[in-house]
T-cell receptor
Framework: DGGITQSPKYLFRKEGQNVTLSCEQN?????MYWYRQDPGQGLRLIYY???????QKGDIAEGYSVSREKKESFPLTVTSAQKNPTAFYLC?????????????FGEGSRLTVL | DQQVKQNSPSLSVQEGRISILNCDYT??????FLWYKKYPAEGPTFLIS?????DKNEDGRFTVFLNKSAKHLSLHIVPSQPGDSAVYFC???????????FGTGTRLKVLA
């Protein structure tokens, strides 16, 4: 079945450690996104990528990094510079075609910093 | 600065009645609006969308209304069902871009 796979679903990290969240899609979508959800703050955009080898910062990119070496993959690294990394992270993708506007989301990854 | 706002954090509605969820935006550069439904610890699922050139879009029990002059959109669910209980997010896309901004969400509870 086609879809977006995020892994791991749950992740614990010690302060000062970098951690990478995986996002893979087999929908043949061109654009991919990372959002963060915190209670009462909705979904906030971290990074997005329209095509391979290109990505743009969202509203809260500080302390995060991404890469887009393959169309199917858009990993997110939460670095030690991110001051409050505990959150629910959501990856999404979108088909780059006419008259298609919706994002498709993965199931999310919950990161807890101990 | 929150450019997409959902001012009601929660809403309770009786089963069978209408649910109306509201969303306000401040940026005139949005050209496409969407509504998503989300359960805890899951990814949001797409419900319905509307282009800025329209003022209404309907899909089954769900209707989205867009009032561009007021920079306001709403989602109507009729009739409401207990399975509709979830958090609803509105989202907006910047015109000519792939950038989507989400609101803070409204928790809907449909009472049986």
């Amino acid at each position: 079945d086609g879809g977006i796979t995020q892994s791991p679903k749950y992740l614990f990290r010690k302060e000062g450690q970098n951690v990478t969240l995986s996002c893979e899609q087999n929908l043949n979508h061109d654009a991919m996104y990372w959002y963060r959800q915190d209670p009462g703050q909705g979904l906030r955009l971290i990074y997005y990528s329209q095509i391979v080898n290109d990505f743009q910062k969202g509203d809260i990119a500080e302390g995060y990094s991404v890469s887009r070496e393959k169309k199917e993959s858009f990993p997110l690294t939460v670095t030690s510079a991110q001051k409050n990394p505990t959150a629910f992270y959501l990856c999404a993708s979108k088909y780059q075609g006419p008259n298609t506007g919706e994002l498709f989301f993965g199931e999310g990854s919950r990161l807890t910093v101990l | 600065d929150q450019q997409v706002k959902q001012n009601s954090p929660s809403l309770s509605v009786q089963e069978g009645r209408i649910s109306i969820l509201n969303c306000d935006y401040t940026n005139s550069m949005f050209d496409y609006f969407l509504w998503y439904k989300k359960y805890p610890a899951e990814g949001p699922t797409f419900l319905i969308s509307i282009s800025s050139i329209k003022d209404k879009n309907e899909d089954g029990r769900f209707t989205v209304f867009l009032n561009k002059s007021a920079k306001h959109l709403s989602l109507h669910i009729v009739p409401s069902q207990p399975g509709d209980s979830a958090v609803y997010f509105c989202a907006a896309r910047y015109s000519g871009t792939y950038k989507y901004i989400f609101g803070t969400g409204t928790r809907l509870k449909v009472l049986a």
